[in-house]
């Protein structure tokens, strides 16, 4: 009992700088428990946190039935226990991800959706009044777009679609532009969105057009290919900055992937930086061949990966303007990401 009292007495004697340094080596989740012991450990883990082991974005890899997130500040992996789609729209529909933080999925009858940071709450409405198989879908301020993909001869391909969240109400918009016409699908097409605009690039050619949903009117085209050698690209939002991510040469011989910040005015493109050719050659794999890339953002942090190996994934992070590669992730499983800002106040509210 002496021995006893002796170790809590220890342990409660940790504390300051010595307390703040121990933490700043504890897996984020576990600093949840940590931070209600006491207001001093509390303040301590708060502490760790601002200056010495800053968290970051996190990388959450989705399957069909999980959900695990990659936390890079303690190098593991959390499963995320949160609400799925019902079984019965997930018998007939597939999970998807749209610009890195909206997840969906569609059915004849329902459309289901979550953009929250941890995907804990999914929103259901009813589906769009156009079918569509492969449209693009995305989340600009409080407006749902869904535009293309429709798959029956008689509609249009080029059909576009907002939902307000507020009125919950769909309506039908102009049609997307007709340059379009011929790849006006998400296999195709690559989407980023602010609180204002949708951006879409056709991904082999780079041709963009901006949707507001506001005034419901199309912009463009404009020219996203600072470099003629790229043959395939992909863009995406980070901190408010349109980017630009794109392979250089050809599919069976990728001499680079290149990042480019594009400004949202003029569309002019700046190089922010290039991916080291050791983990070049590790993302092309085994085929040595790389016909595409997808990415996701969330503040500094870039994942990128090939999509036909999924299962790993290449984290960067922008450091003075340059691009090293921070960490290399393996998911396991044959999945799809976006990223979210998890910290303690979202794991917080877990069971």
């Not at 601002?50 to 500040?73: E, G």
Request: one cysteine or more; a negative charge.
């Amino acid at each position: 009992m002496v021995e006893a009292t002796m170790v809590v007495a220890q342990e409660a004697s940790i504390h300051g700088d010595t307390l703040e340094t121990i933490l700043s080596y504890v897996p984020l989740i576990d600093l949840v428990p940590a931070s209600h012991v006491c207001k001093s450990w509390k303040r301590a883990v708060f502490s760790s946190l601002r200056h010495l082991n800053k968290p970051k974005p996190w990388l959450i890899a989705h399957t069909h039935t999980t959900s695990h997130a990659f936390d890079p500040r303690s190098h593991v992996w959390i499963e995320i226990k949160q609400q799925q789609p019902s079984i019965k729209i997930k018998q007939i529909s597939t999970l998807r991800s749209s610009h890195s933080n909206l997840l969906y999925m569609l059915s004849p009858s329902k459309l289901s959706f979550s953009f929250d940071p941890l995907h804990l709450t999914w929103h259901h409405i009813d589906a769009p009044l156009v079918w569509r198989v492969d449209p693009i879908v995305a989340a600009v301020g409080r407006h749902i777009i869904i535009a293309g993909g429709t798959c029956y001869f008689e509609d249009d391909p080029l059909a576009v679609e907002i939902y307000d969240v507020e009125t919950r109400a769909w309506e039908l918009c102009d049609p997307m532009p007709a340059i379009l016409k011929d790849s006006s699908a998400s296999t195709w097409l690559s989407i980023a969105s602010d609180d204002l605009k949708l951006f879409v690039t056709e991904k082999h050619s780079g041709v963009t057009h901006t949707f507001d949903p506001e005034t419901k009117t199309w912009s463009g085209q404009y020219d996203l290919r600072p470099d003629p050698c790229i043959f395939y690209s992909v863009i995406a939002f980070s901190d408010d900055r349109l980017i630009l991510a794109g392979l250089i040469g050809e599919m069976d011989n990728v001499r680079g992937v290149k990042l480019w910040g594009v400004n949202c005015e003029s569309f002019e493109c700046e190089e922010i930086g290039e991916m080291p050719l050791e983990f070049l050659e590790k993302l092309k794999g085994e085929s040595f061949r790389l016909s595409s890339i997808a990415v996701c953002f969330a503040g500094k942090v870039v994942n990128i990966y090939n999509p036909s190996m999924a299962e790993e994934v290449f984290m960067c992070e922008f450091v003075d303007g340059g691009l090293p590669v921070v960490e290399r992730a393996k998911c396991g499983c044959e999945s799809l990401e976006s990223d979210g800002d998890g910290g303690v106040y979202e794991l917080q509210g877990w069971d």
